[in-house]
């Protein structure tokens, strides 16, 4: 079936179709993630300090040029998909908060707050440039839960859709959750 007569909500179609090279299927792709990825971004936005100069809709584009950038696009499926989108918009606000200067600990550094599944529950709020040096170092110790942590925070992904990507158990997810959210907490104390 060509990407013209499959039904809108046929995104694993659409990305196996991206991923054998079709062009008109990185567009019907875009269509179809726009509206989750651009609430992905408003929730990552508003986690992010006021007066922040990066939008939710310039995040949505400057996370799809990275993501159709790469050499050969090998999205699987919807969660694979919302993983690997994650992980360019965290690249994205990383460079942004870089090239503010974002480094410097002062008011009105860029944050991102992490919290539980839909927003609810307790939360912490870190600067993202000391919480994506602090994933880098976590990731280290514990590769999986810094990926739960990237794939929740950045990606929006809820554990369900964590363990399908990395082949785990939701239990196995929520744990890591859990260690990661604990380290990272005591690893930034200072920061928050």
Not at 21 to 45: C, H, K, N, W
Not at 112 to 138: I, K, M, P, W, Y
Request: glycine share 6%; charged share 25%.
């Amino acid at each position: 079936m060509s990407t013209l007569q499959r039904p809108p909500t046929d995104l694993s179609g659409l990305l196996a179709e991206a991923r054998d090279g079709a062009p008109a299927a990185l567009d019907a792709v875009f269509e179809a993630t726009y509206t989750q990825l651009r609430r992905i971004a408003g929730s990552l936005m508003r986690r992010e300090r006021p007066g922040h100069t990066l939008q939710p809709t310039e995040l949505v584009h400057d996370a799809w040029l990275k993501l159709v950038d790469q050499s050969r696009v090998s999205w699987t499926d919807r969660a694979h998909f919302l993983n690997i989108a994650g992980r360019a918009m965290r690249q994205v606000l990383v460079d942004h908060a870089r090239r503010r200067g974002a480094h410097k600990r002062l008011d009105g550094v860029e944050c991102v707050t992490f919290n539980d599944e839909a927003g609810h529950g307790a939360s912490a709020s870190f600067e993202v440039l000391a919480l994506h040096e602090a994933l880098e170092r976590f990731s280290t110790l514990d590769a999986r839960a810094a990926h739960v942590v990237e794939a929740r925070v950045f990606g929006g992904m809820t554990t369900a859709e964590v363990a399908h990507v990395l082949n785990v158990s939701t239990r196995t997810v929520e744990l890591d959750w859990t260690v990661a959210r604990r380290w990272l907490a005591r690893e930034l104390k200072g920061d928050a």
